[in-house]
């Protein structure tokens, strides 16, 4: 589970996150939307621990995500398109992922079944999909 109560987040007379509470249940995908600049990925980058809480607080699993042991079998979450290469497909990012965090390759289609994203989707290279807001995933381990 994904908590944030209250969370706010300054820099200093700018508030990019203010007073956000939300609960986002395991096996459920929850996305924020907003415009930009609404804080978004100020509250992702609070929740993993990237940038710190002004105030209010951010867990995971009911601890804060630096906390959490190997997280990435908790949280999948890309604050960056750019971060990974637009050649390679959906599917080769959930792959090198799995492998990094040593979960089984049958994980991956399993993830992409619980998000909707098919076979055939999965095979579309990065640069052929939409990045248009931050994401968690919570990923449980069972």
Not at 59 to 67: A, D, N, Q, S, Y
Not at 87 to 116: C, F, N, Q, Y
């Amino acid at each position: 589970m994904i908590t944030t109560q209250n969370l706010v987040r300054r820099y200093g007379d700018f508030t990019a996150v203010n007073n956000v509470s939300f609960t986002a249940e395991p096996g459920r995908v929850t996305g924020f939307l907003g415009p930009n600049g609404a804080g978004k990925s100020t509250t992702m980058r609070v929740l993993t621990g990237l940038t710190p809480a002004t105030s209010g607080t951010a867990t995971v699993l009911g601890k804060p995500f630096k906390e959490l042991v190997n997280p990435g079998r908790h949280v999948g979450v890309l604050l960056d398109a750019s971060a990974q290469h637009n050649g390679r497909t959906g599917r080769e990012v959930l792959m090198i992922s799995a492998k990094t965090m040593g979960l089984p390759a049958k994980r991956v289609d399993h993830m992409m079944d619980v998000v909707g994203l098919t076979q055939k989707e999965g095979k579309r290279r990065l640069g052929n999909y939409s990045w248009v807001c931050a994401s968690a995933l919570v990923w449980p381990t069972h």
